[in-house]
């Protein structure tokens, strides 16, 4: 897998595609709440499958918002699930963050995927709350420094 910083709007509108497959026709998320206001101001990221004629695969964003990296819209086609792509774009988006100074890492995870996270070494802070008529709990990490 090739897991890059979008650089291109080829690149963005693969990433674009893969967030709608994900939570606009799977999990029922209205468009216009899925792609947003903030996505000028996001770093993007995609995931691709080069055994399959670099197909797209993965997502997901990161915002820097004054001291914080928030990361968003983490998601993998149901065909990639269980292989590890997951984690490898969090590691990519944890990467880029550290290039920045920011204090924590932060994110609002699905409650289906709060385990995922933990085991990326995010504590949950808060309770339940529903995002897109889906439960969710806040997530945050200290992030790496460059040399970790």
């Known amino acids: 897998m090739d897991i890059r910083v979008v650089k291109s709007e080829k690149e963005k509108e693969d990433a674009f595609y893969v967030r709608r497959v994900v939570f606009v026709d799977e999990q029922h998320?209205?468009?216009?709440?899925?792609?947003?206001?903030?996505?000028?101001?996001?770093?993007?990221?995609?995931?691709?499958?080069?055994?399959?004629?670099?197909?797209?695969?993965?997502?997901?964003?990161?915002?820097?918002?004054?001291?914080?990296?928030?990361?968003?819209?983490?998601?993998?086609?149901?065909?990639?699930?269980?292989?590890g792509l997951g984690e490898k774009i969090m590691k990519k988006i944890e990467t880029e963050a550290a290039k920045h100074p920011i204090e924590e890492l932060?994110?609002?995870?699905?409650?289906?995927?709060?385990r995922f996270y933990r085991r990326l070494g995010y504590e949950t802070i808060s309770g339940e709350f529903f995002d897109a008529g889906i439960p969710h709990v806040a997530m945050r990490k200290a992030p790496k420094t460059p040399s970790e």
Do not use: S
């Open 29 to 83: 998320v209205p468009e216009e709440e899925e792609i947003d206001e903030f996505e000028a101001d996001a770093i993007h990221f995609v995931a691709y499958d080069e055994k399959n004629g670099k197909k797209p695969a993965g997502a997901g964003r990161l915002r820097i918002i004054d001291d914080i990296g928030k990361v968003e819209r983490i998601c993998v086609l149901k065909e990639y699930r269980t292989q």
């Open 106 to 114: 932060k994110l609002n995870a699905q409650v289906q995927a709060e």
